[in-house]
T-cell receptor, first 115, second 116 residues
């Protein structure tokens, strides 16, 4: 089955540690995205990538880093510089913009807790 | 800049009845797309329906329909014949069409509860 996998579902870290969240897709989508969701809030874009080895900052990129070495993979690192890292993180992918809706497909999410 | 407003933090509906979830938007783009997503308690976002700004007819997908009023800048989601499984958060979102702007802007969501 085609889809997006994120692992792990729950992640716990101590303050001051970097942590990397995994995102893999087998939909052959060109674009991939990382969002953050806080309780009672909508999604906010952290980073997105349109093509391998290229990515752009979203609205809240500070304290995060990404890489896109393969089309299928777009890992997100939450660094110790992120002041409030505890949140629900969602990865998504889509075809590139053009005609049609090109909706974003989402993974199941990773709930990160930093204490 | 784009902005999505969902004014209903929570809504209740009886099973088998229809419900409308409100969404208004603001954009300076001439061409744009509007989306609705469902987020169950499990957390994943499920795409429901899409409306292009130049589509002449309102979008429909099964029990979901989008009441698109361009002049009012509203894109309300109508769920007919509500089911218990429809209980979830619902998010309205939009993005420009064309160009290199891929960003989806989301509203804060509406929590729908379907009562038996």
């Amino acid at each position: 089955d085609g889809g997006i996998t994120q692992s792990p579902k729950y992640l716990f870290r101590k303050e001051g540690q970097n942590v990397t969240l995994s995102c893999e897709q087998n939909l052959n989508h060109d674009a991939m995205y990382w969002y953050r969701q806080d309780p009672g809030q909508g999604l906010r874009l952290i980073y997105y990538s349109q093509i391998v080895n290229d990515f752009q900052k979203g609205d809240i990129a500070e304290g995060y880093s990404v890489s896109r070495e393969k089309k299928e993979s777009f890992p997100l690192t939450v660094t110790s510089a992120q002041k409030n890292p505890t949140a629900f993180y969602l990865c998504a992918s889509s075809m590139l913009l053009g005609r049609g809706s090109y909706e974003q497909y989402f993974g199941p999410g990773t709930r990160l807790t930093v204490t | 800049a784009q902005k999505i407003t969902q004014t209903q933090p929570g809504m209740f509906v009886q099973e088998k009845e229809a419900v409308t979830l409100d969404c208004t938007y603001d954009t300076s783009d001439q061409s744009y797309g509007l989306f609705w997503y469902k987020q169950p308690s499990s957390g994943e976002m499920i795409f429901l329906i899409y409306q292009g700004s130049y589509d002449e007819q309102n979008a429909t997908e099964g029990r979901y329909s989008l009441n698109f009023q361009k002049a009012r800048k509203s894109a309300n989601l109508v769920i007919s014949a509500s089911q218990l499984g429809d209980s979830a958060m619902y998010f309205c979102a939009m993005r420009p069409r064309g160009g290199s702007n891929y960003k989806l802007t989301f509203g804060k969501g509406t929590l729908l509860t379907v009562n038996p």
